[in-house]
């Protein structure tokens, strides 16, 4: 039974040993050859300190490409033409799912051919060299991220190769990622993660872990993602590591995202031990954008205001190609500036927005049911409480694809545009905290003069990437449904 304990340094080498057999570059990592390379890097290449002593929002886009020349090429503009504080490492989809094999054979048709055959970094197969090439060659800090379930091997190759700060978490890159893993696996698997970072932090070397905080990024309720980055910190912290950045998707609600953003913060301090220092993320909207760029700059700049208002620590922005899948180097490096931009113009007035403490406060209580609910499923043990209570159904997440959750949570926004919980299945929560969701679900159905459907789910999903907030039928204006018929379908 996996439980919320340290591994111990015998566990520790015996993953390490039979981890590193996966794949050749293993072989090459040397944990004290890896100690003295980290200590040889300057100050502005330290990512944790260079994140922790910030007196603004940090920038960082995603990218990657399979070649180490145009990995370094492309982060280099994101750095120079997009003024990127911090920049990525996006692994590619073979090494998420510990495919060396497939991602060598990508990799060697990249170099012969010149083409992005990848769609993302293959670090195993550049192996400790390479990264370390890499972190010489580019002059910022750089964050490994992925979406790998088991990132034993990516860790052990991507640590020893100068990468100091690392993405996901057990539950964040199980629950939205895969469809059969087991909850229980992935916890041991990154136990294993954790406690590396945790080996690197105790010898000086700060390795920053940053659990994925938007999930599925479909109208993930905030609580919802709060209760899961407590939980990750939680389990991280156990391991020893000591630099925690938790994360938060955008929802699209100005002061619901705020709120939330502060929630995140204020809990992550309360339920985090005092040794570890938590700084927050902000993902710009991980949903559908629209086609077009000029419309998509403004979903930018909605993020790059809310940032500005919230202070979170870091801020991972997008393009304005991203309906077209990768963006081009030069409209990533647009994103970013256009987020810059807005914060820096936002940043400077002081603004104060109605319902923030009160939305906040509601954030609060449902996370404290959800942590709640954890511990009396473990009997104080997270790992235990985490797997029992997703299998109750007492914890959950809206549109995953994991067998490990039940799914039967579903969101829907009210009619200011804050998403609220419309199916709450077996979610442990207040009864008066589903009433006050219940109510503002029904203030909004009354002012589009239709029932409370799974319509509203479904037109809230594509809203944003039709131009809108919430996905109102077409011709409602001031409650008037013009069929007069309750409006349960939306007339495209």
Request: glycine content about 10%.
């Given at each position: 039974m ?7 340094a015998?566990?520790?080498q015996?993953i390490?040993?039979h981890i590193?057999?996966d794949?050749?570059?293993g072989?090459?990592?040397d944990?004290?050859?890896?100690i003295a ?7 502005h290449k330290?990512f ?8 603004r929002?940090?920038?960082?886009p995603?990218?990657g490409?399979p070649r ?11 750095h120079?033409?997009?003024?990127a504080?911090l920049?990525?490492?996006t692994?590619?989809s073979?090494?998420?799912?510990n495919?060396?094999?497939k991602?060598q ?9 010149g083409?992005?055959?990848?769609n993302?970094?293959?670090?195993v ?6 990264c370390?090439?890499?972190i010489d ?5 750089i964050?490994v991220?992925?979406?790998t ?6 860790a ?5 190769g ?5 993405e996901?978490g ?25 406690r590396?970072?945790g080996a690197y ?18 109208l993930?309720?905030p609580?919802i ?6 939980v990750?910190?939680?389990l ?6 000591r ?6 998707g ?10 939330a953003?502060?929630a995140?913060?204020k809990l ?10 938590v700084?927050?993320?902000f993902?710009e ?7 077009d ?6 979903v930018?700049?909605l993020g ?5 208002i919230?202070?979170?620590?870091k801020?991972?922005t ?11 180097k030069e ?5 970013l500036?256009?987020?810059r ?5 936002v ?5 104060v927005l109605d319902?923030v403490d009160?939305e906040?406060a509601l954030?609060?209580?449902e996370t404290r049911?959800l942590m709640?609910a ?17 299998g109750?159904?007492?914890?959950d ?5 994991s ?16 998403v609220r919980?419309f199916e709450w299945g ?12 219940g109510?503002?679900?029904a203030?909004?159905a009354e002012?589009?003069?239709?029932k409370?459907s ?6 809230d999903?594509?809203a944003i990437?039709?131009?809108?907030l919430?996905g109102r039928p077409?011709?409602t204006?001031?409650g008037?449904?013009p069929?007069g018929d309750?409006g349960?379908s939306r007339a495209?």
């Amino acid at each position: 039974m996996i439980r919320d304990e340290r591994l111990t340094a015998d566990e520790l080498q015996r993953i390490d040993d039979h981890i590193r057999d996966d794949w050749p570059t293993g072989a090459a990592v040397d944990f004290e050859a890896a100690i003295a390379y980290h200590e040889s890097l300057p100050a502005h290449k330290q990512f944790a300190d260079v994140l922790e002593s910030a007196d603004r929002p940090l920038l960082q886009p995603r990218a990657g490409v399979p070649r180490l020349d145009d990995q370094v090429n492309l982060l280099t503009h994101l750095h120079d033409e997009g003024a990127a504080d911090l920049l990525p490492t996006t692994i590619d989809s073979y090494t998420r799912d510990n495919e060396y094999g497939k991602a060598q054979e990508g990799l060697e048709t990249a170099r012969e051919s010149g083409d992005a055959t990848l769609n993302g970094f293959p670090a195993v197969n550049h192996g400790v060299e390479g990264c370390r090439e890499l972190i010489d060659r580019v002059d910022a800090p750089i964050e490994v991220r992925h979406g790998t379930p088991d990132a034993r091997l990516l860790a052990a190759v991507t640590f020893a190769g100068g990468f100091q700060s690392f993405e996901g978490g057990p539950i964040s890159y199980n629950i939205p990622y895969t469809k059969e893993g087991s909850l229980a696996q992935t916890i041991e698997h990154w136990q294993y993660v954790d406690r590396l970072a945790g080996a690197y932090t105790e010898r000086g070397v700060t390795i920053n872990r940053e659990p994925f905080g938007p999930l599925t990024g479909t109208l993930v309720p905030p609580s919802i993602a709060i209760a899961i980055m407590l939980v990750e910190g939680k389990l991280a912290a156990t391991q020893g590591v000591r630099s925690l950045t938790l994360g938060y998707g955008q929802v699209g609600n100005v002061v619901q995202d705020v709120a939330a953003l502060r929630a995140l913060r204020k809990l992550g301090n309360e339920y985090l031990p005092d040794e570890v220092c938590v700084t927050t993320v902000f993902h710009e909207w991980m949903g559908g954008f629209p086609p077009d760029e000029a419309r998509a700059n403004g979903v930018i700049g909605l993020g790059g205001t809310t940032a500005a208002i919230a202070r979170p620590d870091k801020v991972i922005t997008k393009s304005p190609q991203e309906f077209q899948g990768v963006p081009t180097k030069e409209a990533n490096a647009a994103g970013l500036r256009t987020t810059r931009q807005l914060i820096d113009m936002v940043v400077e007035q002081d603004i104060v927005l109605d319902g923030v403490d009160e939305e906040q406060a509601l954030i609060e209580r449902e996370t404290r049911c959800l942590m709640d609910a954890i511990d009396a499923h473990g009997d104080g043990d997270v790992a235990q409480g985490t797997i029992e209570a997703f299998g109750s159904g007492a914890l959950d997440v809206p549109f995953a694809p994991s067998d490990a959750a039940e799914g039967a949570v579903l969101p829907a926004r009210d009619d200011d545009g804050r998403v609220r919980i419309f199916e709450w299945g077996e979610l442990a929560m207040d009864d008066d905290i589903k009433e006050i969701h219940g109510a503002r679900l029904a203030d909004r159905a009354e002012t589009e003069g239709r029932k409370q459907s799974f319509r509203m789910v479904a037109d809230d999903v594509d809203a944003i990437s039709d131009g809108k907030l919430i996905g109102r039928p077409t011709g409602t204006d001031a409650g008037t449904d013009p069929r007069g018929d309750g409006g349960e379908s939306r007339a495209d």
